[in-house]
């Protein structure tokens, strides 16, 4: 699909999902998360348990959107562009109008992130590949370039909660959720059953290996085991401080290097 007729299908999908907000009656729930964080699947829970009042966006701050296809994908500071439907729905009608709505926010190991991403590119020239910008720093930068400009606020002034990998915030008129990818799926069901007021239960789709990039996968894996400075230099970023213990940090960086 191509042109006029991509095009096309982006205002069409727009408008149906404009349509389907504006229907919701109470508080809509969104999914908003940067690429390659799990957002996915905790989107397809959601809409499975409460049907239409979900919906899933990347981007929530204008400047780093773009109609359609992202073009260039960087912004000139470097920050990723989304070209989803969902991230201008939700700014017109949520964000921007302010309407109280909950948000679900995930996080995930930088590294995976990385690794993840890579793996839908393709491969570029360096020796870090792919613990390179816009991968490396895509989570800190959606926190700081995304969240805090569109909604006023930010993690890194709230203790977060490791043991529980969840953390809820009121933040009128809107309530956030911040979840760990890495929570076990009981646990991720019963902090969403409790945020949204619904049983929820987990599906798992939306993998690199699932969408036939294994390859490409497992060659960002194999290249980031070569890059032992690169991972240490990752984990002294205020992301890794404030989302995981030493402790986490230390048998991250030992599964990295396959030392465990």
């Known amino acids: 699909m191509h042109g006029p007729i991509k095009q096309a299908s982006f ?20 999914v908003a998360s940067t690429h390659r ?61 302010k309407r109280p709505a909950r948000f679900v926010f995930m996080v995930r190991d930088p590294i995976a992130v990385a690794a993840s991403m ?67 799926d009981d646990s991720k069901e019963r902090e969403l059953s409790a945020f949204v007021g619904a049983t929820v239960r987990m599906v798992r789709i939306n993998s690199s290996e699932q969408r036939g990039r294994s390859a490409r996968h497992a060659r960002a894996r194999d290249r980031i085991r070569s890059l032992p400075d690169e991972i240490d230099r990752i984990h002294r970023s205020r992301l890794c401080s404030h989302f995981f213990t030493p402790d986490e940090l230390a048998a991250q960086r030992s599964r990295w290097l396959g030392q465990s």
């Open 11 to 30: 205002f069409l999908k727009y408008a149906m999902l404009r349509a389907r907000l504006a229907a919701v009656r109470g508080e809509p729930v969104v």
């Open 118 to 184: 890579a793996a839908l590119g393709r491969p570029e020239e360096g020796q870090a590949w792919p613990m390179v910008p816009p991968y490396s720093k895509s989570m800190t930068d959606w926190f700081d370039a995304d969240v805090l400009p569109a909604l006023g606020w930010s993690p890194w002034n709230v203790p977060f909660d490791a043991s529980r990998k969840a953390m809820l915030i009121d933040h009128e008129p809107w309530r956030f959720l911040v979840l760990r990818a890495d929570l076990d």
């Open 37 to 97: 964080t799990a957002s996915t699947a905790v989107y397809r829970s959601l809409r499975m348990a409460i049907g239409s009042r979900v919906f899933k966006c990347h981007r929530l701050h204008e400047p780093l959107m773009s109609w359609n296809t992202p073009n260039p994908r960087l912004t000139s500071e470097g920050f990723l562009r989304s070209g989803m439907p969902g991230d201008w729905v939700v700014l017109h009608g949520i964000t921007r109008p």
